[in-house]
């Protein structure tokens, strides 16, 4: 017996959107705690960490927006192309990104800021396989 199509779960996506939100907060929070007891506050690691987190935080909500612009059985040609379409515009948003990132944000921490950048990438993809 063939199982019917479940029905968009855009309600649990912008659930799990502003978790993301909370979660970028906390690295702020911590990466400012982190650079004040181990760099006396010059603030560099966590701007950078922060930066990260940030520019993945947006290009996943550009794309989840993206996605969902189009609902229904009747639009599926519409969702794939704004599938193609959404991952192509974050990958454009992340190169862009993070070129402006090196060359506006000075003093910078590289490591840090992939580092906020990873961990941001991996709680999408935590939260991605939960909604299932």
């Not at 029905?7 to 912008?14: A, C, N």
């Not at 969702?79 to 990958?91: M, P």
């Amino acid at each position: 017996m063939i199982k019917p199509a479940k029905r968009t779960q855009k309600d649990k996506i912008g659930i799990y959107v502003k978790r993301q939100a909370w979660l970028l907060l906390f690295i702020i929070v911590i990466a400012c705690v982190i650079d004040i007891v181990w760099w006396q506050g010059e603030l560099t690691v966590a701007k950078s960490a922060a930066t990260g987190a940030l520019l993945s935080y947006l290009t996943q909500a550009v794309f989840a927006g993206f996605i969902f612009w189009y609902t229904g059985y009747r639009a599926r040609k519409h969702i794939v192309n704004q599938l193609y379409r959404g991952q192509v515009a974050k990958w454009l948003l992340t190169a862009l990104g993070f070129a402006l990132i090196f060359i506006t944000v000075q003093p910078l921490s590289a490591p840090a800021l992939f580092i906020g950048f990873m961990v941001m990438q991996i709680s999408h993809s935590w939260m991605l396989w939960h909604i299932r």
